[in-house]
């Protein structure tokens, strides 16, 4: 039995409902958070704060080993300061999303990232939230859950909440961003989306965050959840 703290991974597509999910899932266990995508995500915004060209692989990893991350919880929301500055809004941005994942499709990257990663498994337990935390970072985590939901649904879900803060985005450019995302990360070489063999998968289509949260709390013994 390990000495670890637990884990719960919740990996996933983009817009399966992962972060909404994971964040309210730990903050019920009391647990700590993981946004694995965030971290892709920051190092994607440094490397165009500093004009690195997304073609450029070793200046890529140069950057991601220099690039500072760190997360400040401010009241409910959680900022994240790239290289000291509060880069939370640009993180959230589709562009930041597609360059992430193509940052993230290089092997040196994602291994200088994995230590930083496991750092976050500190007690009383970590939720952690990504595409790969059940099968690379994590893969002895007691507790797996694989998010989906159609391509269809995830898009009506961002675009609603994008409609939401007032960003106008056309649905068809949208779908067609999410799949190809999807297709960019469920095929690259490296750590590609796919669900852990001992994964729960949970589709949450047509089901609300209330539902998908009481789902997962259910999969862990009385008493962690
Ligand atoms: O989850 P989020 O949409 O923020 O992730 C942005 C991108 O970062 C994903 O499309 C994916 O390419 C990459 N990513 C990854 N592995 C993770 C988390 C995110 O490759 N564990």
Redesign the pocket.
């Known amino acids: 039995m390990s000495q670890l703290p637990p884990v719960l991974t919740i990996d996933g597509p ?1 817009g399966a409902g992962k972060g909404t999910v994971s964040r309210i899932v730990a903050q019920r266990l009391g647990w700590h958070y993981l946004d ?3 971290l ?2 920051a190092v994607g915004v440094a490397a165009s704060w500093a004009d690195i060209d997304t073609s450029d692989a070793s200046a890529l990893v140069r950057c991601t080993f220099d690039t500072r991350i760190r997360f400040v919880e401010q009241g409910e929301s959680l900022r994240v300061l790239v290289n000291g500055s509060d880069a939370t809004d640009e993180l959230r941005l589709e562009t930041t ?1 597609a360059l ?2 193509a940052i ?1 499709a290089i092997p040196e990257v994602r291994a200088a990232l994995k230590e930083r990663q496991r750092a976050f498994r500190v007690a009383p337990g970590l939720v952690a939230d ?4 059940g099968t690379v970072i994590f893969p002895d985590a007691p507790f797996k859950v694989f998010l989906t939901a159609s391509a269809e649904e995830r898009a009506t879900r961002r675009h609603k909440q994008l409609k939401e803060k007032g960003v106008s985005v056309n649905f068809d450019d949208l779908l067609r961003e999410i799949m190809a ?1 999807d297709a960019r ?1 469920a095929q690259r070489a490296v ?1 590609p989306l796919r669900p852990a063999e001992d994964a729960v998968p949970i589709d949450t289509s047509g089901m609300g965050i209330d539902q998908v949260v009481a789902t997962v709390l259910g999969l862990l013994p009385s008493q962690e959840a």
Do not use: H
């Open positions: 983009s694995s995508g965030a892709y995500r999303g992430a994942s993230a990504g595409r790969d935390m995302r990360d750590a």
